[in-house]
């Protein structure tokens, strides 16, 4: 079955430090990955995706992240944090249909809190 | 673009009652899929409507039901509600059409209190 782990609950990081929230995924065939945000009281946005080509996916807001195979992992990374980077980060898998296809059903992780400090 | 949008923001009910969700997706878009998140989890999904028919559903049993109008906005059901019901309910919505990868975007969300 798909699943999507994400290990670390709860980040702090400092403001203009690296940071990287880390993803893994149990899928058979090719995934299609993506990495939302969820501030408080918001909706989720997606920050980036992966479907297929260049494993290095730039997103917006500075943040990229890179699939890799051998690791079933799709870790996100940003250079330099911004407190207004604080908010729950959800790493999901697409669920592949026929033809591995997107069929729009997403597996989220359990999510990761980042907490940015001054 | 008003975006996703759903309605109402907070909704408090009590154990047994039915309540209904709705949900006007992003203009363009004719698939909605529907999402519980429990607190401090990530989103579940319960299922998706296209062309007015569920076309996948998720783990979720019988109570949960739906509706997808000719104008694509959609309508959650729960009948029977239970405690473990309270949660924040997503609509996503995206321009599958059938079948493809396009980016799903998500509303707000309800948050359903049940006491």
């Known amino acids: 079955a798909q699943s999507v782990t994400q290990p670390d609950i709860h980040i702090t990081v400092s403001e203009g430090a690296s940071l990287e929230l880390r993803c893994n995924y149990s899928y058979g065939a090719t995934p299609y990955l993506f990495w939302y945000v969820q501030s408080p009281g918001q909706g989720l946005q997606l920050l980036l995706k992966y479907f297929s080509g260049d494993t290095l996916v730039q997103g917006i807001k500075g943040f990229e992240a890179e699939f890799k195979r051998s690791q079933s992992s799709f870790n996100l990374r940003k250079p330099s944090v911004h407190w207004s980077d604080a908010a729950e980060y959800f790493c999901a898998v697409g669920a592949n249909g026929a033809g591995s296809s997107n069929t729009g059903k997403l597996i989220f992780g359990q999510g990761t809190t980042l907490q940015v400090k001054p | 673009d008003a975006g996703v949008t759903q309605s109402p923001t907070h909704l408090i009910k009590t154990r047994g009652q039915q309540v209904t969700l709705r949900c006007s997706p992003k203009?363009?878009?004719?698939?909605v899929s529907w999402y519980q998140q429990a607190l401090g989890q990530g989103p579940q999904f319960i299922f998706q409507y296209y062309e007015e028919e569920e076309r996948q559903r998720g783990n979720f049993p019988d109570r949960f039901s739906g509706h997808q109008f000719p104008n694509y906005s959609s309508e959650l059901n729960v009948n029977a509600l239970l405690l473990g019901d309270s949660a924040l309910y997503l609509c996503?919505?995206?321009?599958?059409?059938?079948?493809?990868?396009?980016?799903?975007?998500f509303g707000p969300g309800t948050r359903l209190t049940v006491l």
């Open positions: 996503a919505s995206s321009d599958l059409g059938g079948l493809g990868n396009d980016e799903q975007f």
């Open positions: 203009s363009g878009h004719d698939t």
